[in-house]
């Protein structure tokens, strides 16, 4: 008999021990929000581009259940507008009905937007093939009043405001993606200059050397505004 209640108080021992240990401590993880969702997406999108993101990649950085992101968002297509709108918003001067510095404004907006983009080089992938969200729609709307205001005539203000727009985009991808080490800005001069007499004006201008990125395109959308300003 006593053989059989030591028995049965160490089948007991076990239950008494686990019941005795503490609680596992709960993650201290900050309440899902969309807010939350949003930031986070864009730190993966940083971090591993647009292909990197997932629902589940997702959920488990914001360390939690993939079905729990369905409460706030529908799908991995509404994270990415989302994501994107995010990194467009513009914080700007205080808009005036009428600026007597038309060309500053618009050069501030646009660099703000350039600048924006190459912080986040997968906005610029997604900005042509994404649902305009309201922080672009807003700069748009501006950048067509200040135009507007500035005597731009209603018959050209889309053609002037696309103008701007694919300027802006064409040098943000192509300043996003053409970086040469200074290793492979060396062997380019090198190529360029057993090519020179083929191509003399290219090699005469460094072109593909030049990586005076930030002057470029200031000086390329002075030449943009020079056209667009009323004679």
Not at 90 to 95: D, F, L, M, T
Not at 120 to 148: C, F, K, T, V, Y
């Amino acid at each position: 008999m006593a053989a059989k209640r030591s028995g049965a108080q160490s089948k007991r021992s076990p239950g008494k021990t686990a019941s005795a240990r503490p609680a596992q401590e709960p993650r201290n993880e900050p309440a899902l929000s969309l807010e939350r969702i949003v930031a986070t997406a864009v730190e993966l999108l940083d971090a591993q581009g647009v292909d990197g993101l997932t629902m589940r990649r997702l959920a488990d950085r914001l360390g939690s259940g993939a079905m729990s992101l369905y409460w706030h968002v529908d799908n991995k297509e509404k994270v990415f507008d989302l994501a994107l709108d995010s990194v467009l918003a513009y914080r700007g001067s205080p808009e005036t009905a009428a600026s007597e510095d038309w060309r500053g404004e618009v050069v501030h907006m646009l660099e703000d937007w350039r600048a924006g983009m190459l912080r986040h080089p997968w906005s610029a992938l997604l900005l042509p093939r994404r649902a305009l969200g309201p922080n672009i729609l807003a700069r748009l709307e501006r950048l067509n009043r200040i135009l507007s205001g500035a005597g731009v005539a209603d018959a050209d203000l889309n053609a002037a405001i696309w103008s701007l727009w694919n300027y802006v985009m064409g040098a943000t991808v192509t300043r996003a993606n053409f970086d040469l080490s200074e290793e492979g800005r060396a062997a380019a001069q090198q190529r360029l200059a057993s090519l020179g007499e083929h191509y003399p004006a290219i090699e005469r201008s460094r072109l593909l050397l030049d990586n005076d990125w930030d002057g470029a395109f200031r000086k390329g959308l002075d030449f943009l505004l020079d056209g667009l300003a009323p004679r």
